[in-house]
């Protein structure tokens, strides 16, 4: 079946510490996202990436670093720099860039839950 | 710029009872709306969607919402609640024009109660 594979589930890490959040999609799917969510909060736009080695910064995406080197993979790497980085983190896709993405709505990932000790 | 406000954090209902989540937006331009559901320690999933056309949209659980354009409303609705309906419910707005990513609200928890 299609879908979003985000490894791992759970995620521990020392202060200091960079640590890289996997996101696998076998859906053909041209744009991909990275969400952060907060209780409380809704979803926030870290980065999001419409076509294979481009990327745009959303909302909150200091702290944060990504690469789009295939179209399958977007991966998130949390910084030391971030300064509260625990929080679940989601990822998302949608088929294209226009707003046909929009028609479909997103596809998500069942998340990672870092937690910084 | 495109905002959703959420009206309540949490609502508690019992079982067999109707329930409505609000969902309030604000867009100088056109819009797409949408409904997610998220279930503990899952991803969100679409549960429905107003692209254009009818105002009252239908999901294949029960739900329903109503664009109201006056009001700049989404709510959702459903005439009667189980308790596998317990989850945390997303409003989201996308602007027709510009880049369509949309702006989620910051949800409301759907407790229902035996």
């Known amino acids: 079946d299609g879908g979003i594979t985000q490894s791992p589930k759970y995620l521990f890490r020392k202060e200091g510490q960079n640590v890289t959040l996997s996101c696998e999609q076998n859906?053909?799917?041209?744009?991909m996202y990275w969400y952060r969510q907060d209780p409380g909060q809704g979803l926030r736009l870290i980065y999001y990436?419409?076509?294979?080695?481009?990327?745009q910064k959303g909302d909150i995406a200091e702290g944060y670093s990504v690469s789009r080197e295939k179209k399958e993979s977007f991966p998130l790497t949390v910084t030391s720099a971030q300064k509260n980085p625990t929080a679940f983190y989601l990822c998302?896709?949608?088929?294209?860039?226009?707003?046909?993405?929009?028609?479909?709505?997103?596809?998500f990932g069942s998340g990672t839950r870092l937690t910084v000790v | 710029a495109q905002s959703v406000t959420q009206l309540d954090s949490q609502v508690p209902v019992f079982e067999e009872a109707p329930v409505e989540l609000r969902c309030n937006y604000s867009?100088?331009?056109?819009?797409?709306l949408f409904w997610y559901v998220q279930y503990p320690n899952q991803g969100l999933q679409l549960l429905l969607k107003?692209?254009?056309?009818?105002?009252l949209v239908e999901s294949i659980n029960g739900f329903e919402a109503e664009f109201n354009k006056s009001q700049t409303s989404f709510h959702l609705r459903k005439p009667s609640v189980h308790i596998s309906d317990t989850a945390e419910y997303f409003c989201a707005v996308s602007e027709t024009g510009g880049s369509y990513i949309p702006t989620f609200g910051r949800g409301t928890s759907l407790i229902v109660h035996p």
């Open positions: 859906l053909n799917h041209d744009a």
């Open positions: 107003y692209l254009s056309g009818s105002t």
């Open positions: 998302a896709s949608t088929g294209t860039r226009s707003k046909t993405s929009s028609y479909y709505g997103y596809t």
């Open positions: 867009s100088s331009v056109s819009v797409y």
């Open positions: 990436s419409q076509i294979v080695n481009d990327f």
